[in-house]
């Protein structure tokens, strides 16, 4: 499994939204049966040495459901000087791999079951990565193994 960001690896990295505030609420257009567009991100504290910034999207509390924890996003070769992911939109020049509905890019929450709490994993890394358009979140799992400088999470709920 990823790092899920409660690590001792902040080193003053920090991940939020101005849609929502951490632990409440995600608003109702960035589901996946809505207006499915992914929310805006603000990134600040970013290790003067990364060299690229890795972004997951996931719901572990879809085990219960779904028999795993689902993907919603998966994004890599992020330029360490991001500081704003617009609403909508991958970060430039980043690279965006397969969601858990087999889709490439962000896909948005969709619990079946009653509110589910999601993760938005980000990793400073010290080397940007070889991976091909589409990669999973395992296969980004082994490639940023070895290479976090830091690590931070924002956290949001969504109900159906």
Known sequence: M??????????????RSPAF???SSIPRKYG????????????????????????VMDDPDAVKPAGKVWDHW????????????AEGESPTGATEGKNSYGERGYGGPNPPDGEHT???????????????AG????????????HVLAETQLTG???P
């Open 2 to 15: 990823i790092p899920d960001g409660s690590g001792d690896r902040r080193n003053g990295l920090k991940l």
């Open 32 to 55: 996946y049966t809505n207006q499915n567009v992914s929310p805006p991100l603000q990134i600040s504290g970013v290790p003067s040495d990364t060299a690229s910034l890795a972004l």
């Open 118 to 132: 999601y993760r938005f994993l980000l990793y400073a890394l010290d080397t940007t990565l070889d991976l091909s």
């Open 157 to 159: 709920t969504y109900a």
């Open 74 to 85: 998966v994004v890599w070769n992020i330029d360490p000087e991001t500081t704003d992911i």
């Open 135 to 146: 990669a999973t979140k395992a296969d980004l799992k082994t490639a940023i193994s070895g």
């Open 21 to 23: 505030d951490k632990g």
